[in-house]
């Protein structure tokens, strides 16, 4: 195969599922020797983590929006203004996002670019009408789509009549404790993020309505108080959380329902935000067991991490969850509001060594399962089917 000119796009620099989708793509298909060139909207303080990938920052607007549909328009502005003048040619145009996506629409109509494709990793229920049209307009108008999961690949093809190609998502296996080369002791973890002596409870991907936080606030109430009753104390690690969306309202509510709860900021959670890169494999490490109740999701990449960091996992019961997880084996897997069950999935894996260790060697194996160079590779023969005409268009343009 000879070696390709590929560009990825996408909307940001931080640390959200496709932007970390869009690093390991780029960072893998360079190994397997290709020239990669990345481009997000972002500032001069750059990506979350280093990237040593060539990459352009497009200048994001810092404007106070008066609502998301400023917001969205002005986002999409400033991606086409700036390919628009740009004067490198690619083989391929890879979108990770509706932002990304909609600018490339934009240049495509320009005739910049003959053809560009767009990874789907969800589709979402917004509320804003700015988004829906590019969410929209990012599934139906692209020449090619991909999808990460055989749900979302059976969503598009039943309610858009699409034909995506699904690529799984992937998980950096040589990042983390349990399936790197390198060790290293809870212990010496936990004292990272003042967990030492205490059972820890962690959850990635911040306060919001999609991730189910309230459900998970309910369910650690709920164990600590078991685990109180016997002089034992348990802490939540809550990290993550960076996002384009407004999402007070709901971090309101999960605050008052937290004072109610008598669960105490600082002392039985703590909010980390983005914790540095440098740093994400000890917090897996210094968890015992991970939650991941979300209402939705495009695949659930921090459950494969946390698998691959060698701890237990709780998470819904839902599509495409269930692809790779499967109850009893690699995991336990609940109703996603039901946090009795989720409370009580917390307690059975802190009390119960046998399952404990069940769940890990199965979460292991899982996600070994998934390493970048194989989802890179399957990337690397779809485009090349796309540059030698051997693979349909998603939708055929008229």
């Not at 090619?144 to 998502?169: C, F, G, H, I």
């Not at 890169?277 to 921090?302: C, K, M, R």
């Amino acid at each position: 195969m000879r070696q390709l000119d590929i560009a990825l796009f996408t909307y940001s620099t931080k640390p959200r599922g496709g932007v970390v989708h869009t690093l390991n793509l780029a960072e893998k298909l360079r190994e397997l020797g290709q020239k990669v060139h990345i481009y997000a909207l972002g500032t001069e303080n750059g990506f979350f983590r280093k990237v040593d990938i060539p990459h352009t920052l497009v200048p994001c607007p810092k404007n106070e929006f008066g609502c998301m549909d400023e917001k969205i328009h002005a986002y999409i502005r400033a991606y086409v203004n700036y390919l628009s003048n740009l004067d490198e040619r690619y083989d391929i145009y890879h979108a990770e996002d509706c932002i990304s996506a909609n600018a490339l629409l934009d240049i495509r109509q320009k005739g910049r670019i003959e053809f560009f494709l767009r990874t789907v990793h969800h589709v979402d229920d917004f509320r804003s009408e700015s988004l829906l049209e590019c969410q929209m307009k990012s599934i139906m108008k692209p020449d090619y789509l991909l999808v990460v999961s055989n749900y979302w690949e059976k969503q598009l093809a039943e309610k858009y009549s699409l034909r995506p190609r699904r690529v799984t998502n992937g998980v950096e296996l040589s990042k983390f404790y349990g399936t790197g080369t390198q060790t290293k002791s809870p212990k010496a973890s936990k004292l990272e993020f003042s967990a030492d002596g205490c059972k820890t409870v962690l959850t990635i991907g911040g306060i919001e309505p999609r991730k189910n936080t309230l459900s998970t606030l309910r369910a650690f109430a709920r164990a600590r108080e078991h685990f109180a009753a016997k002089n034992e104390r348990v802490i939540w690690l809550l990290g993550g959380g960076e996002t384009l969306f407004d999402y007070r309202d709901y971090r309101r509510e999960f605050f008052s329902e937290a004072e109610k709860l008598e669960i105490k900021t600082g002392k039985d959670i703590f909010i980390l935000g983005r914790v540095p890169e440098e740093l994400i494999a000890d917090l897996y490490n210094a968890a015992d067991v991970f939650i991941f109740p979300s209402l939705t999701e495009g695949w659930g990449l921090v459950v494969l991490e946390a698998m691959a960091s060698g701890v237990p996992v709780i998470a819904s019961n839902i599509e495409p969850l269930t692809e790779f997880m499967e109850n009893g084996k690699n995991s336990l897997l609940v109703s996603p509001m039901d946090y009795e069950a989720i409370a009580n999935g917390i307690i059975e894996i802190l009390e119960h060594a046998e399952l404990r260790k069940k769940l890990i060697g199965g979460g292991t194996e899982t996600a070994r399962q998934y390493g970048w160079e194989s989802v890179a590779l399957e990337h690397l023969n779809i485009y090349s089917d796309i540059l030698n005409r051997d693979v349909l268009r998603t939708v055929e343009r008229t």
